[in-house]
T-cell receptor
Framework: NAGVTQTPKFQVLKTGQSMTLQCAQD?????MYWYRQDPGMGLRLIYY???????DKGEVPNGYNVSRLNKREFSLRLESAAPSQTSVYFC??????????????FGEGSRLTVL | DAKTTQPTSMDCAEGRAANLPCNHS???????VYWYRQIHSQGPQYIIH???NNETNEMASLIITEDRKSSTLILPHATLRDTAVYYC????????????FGKGTLLTVNP
């Protein structure tokens, strides 16, 4: 999907290992979001960033850190991975960039398995 | 944000209209109704949203009842590629409001 690019698409970790999921958007928009989706469940918001240099916790932030060093990139870091963090992770950014909007464009997802 | 209730699953014949209901009886005056869908293993896709009036775009129509306590997403001519989980989300306007996805409705379009 042009617009929001996530890397890696697949990753297997051992418990206790660390890793960073990368997200980049080429729409030059202010807001970016990280969601996780467990099997058979809806998406849950982990963290979001309203603008460059700002981040805020979502519904399930524990065990994660984020970084928004520039407008284009929003990374999600797992410092010490746990099996409960096995999930599909989606990054998103608004389709438009004036005011707030619930019209989000999602990346293809990063599938993480923690053994 | 108001809670939504959707059927777990629905079936529709290819070429027919698919009508997906959503109840949101506790919706407040400044909350919007958004619809997304998620085709298997892909990221969710925005479909349409509305506040009070009915809305239509190239993908679907959104019918919101006058009391705003329920809405219906209409796919006028469903195709096999419309098979997906459809999420109805109610959210307030404003820069700090975030989307909350429930379990949605699995729509299966049959040939």
């Amino acid at each position: 999907n042009a617009g929001v690019t996530q890397t890696p698409k697949f990753q297997v970790l051992k418990t206790g290992q660390s890793m960073t999921l990368q997200c980049a958007q080429d729409m030059n928009h202010n807001s970016m979001y990280w969601y996780r989706q467990d099997p058979g469940m809806g998406l849950r918001l982990i963290y979001y960033s309203a603008s460059e240099g700002t981040t805020d916790k979502g519904e399930v932030p524990n065990g994660y850190n984020v970084s928004r060093l520039n407008k284009r990139e929003f990374s999600l870091r797992l410092e010490s991975a746990a099996p409960s963090q096995t999930s599909v992770y989606f990054c998103a950014s608004p389709l438009q960039d004036f005011g707030w909007t619930g019209e989000l464009f999602f990346g293809e997802g990063s599938r993480l398995t923690v053994l | 944000d108001a809670k939504t209730t959707q059927p777990t699953s629905m079936d529709c014949a290819e070429g027919r209209a698919a009508n997906l209901p959503c109840n949101h009886s506790t919706i407040s005056g400044n909350e919007y109704v958004y619809w997304y869908r998620q085709i298997h293993s892909q990221g969710p896709q925005y479909i349409i949203h509305g506040l009070k009036n009915n809305e239509t775009n190239e993908m679907a129509s959104l019918i919101i009842t006058e009391d705003r306590k329920s809405s219906t997403l209409i796919l006028p001519h469903a195709t096999l590629r419309d098979t997906a989980v459809y999420y109805c989300i109610v959210v307030g306007g404003g820069s700090n409001y975030k989307l909350t996805f429930g379990k949605g409705t699995l729509l299966t379009v049959n040939p």
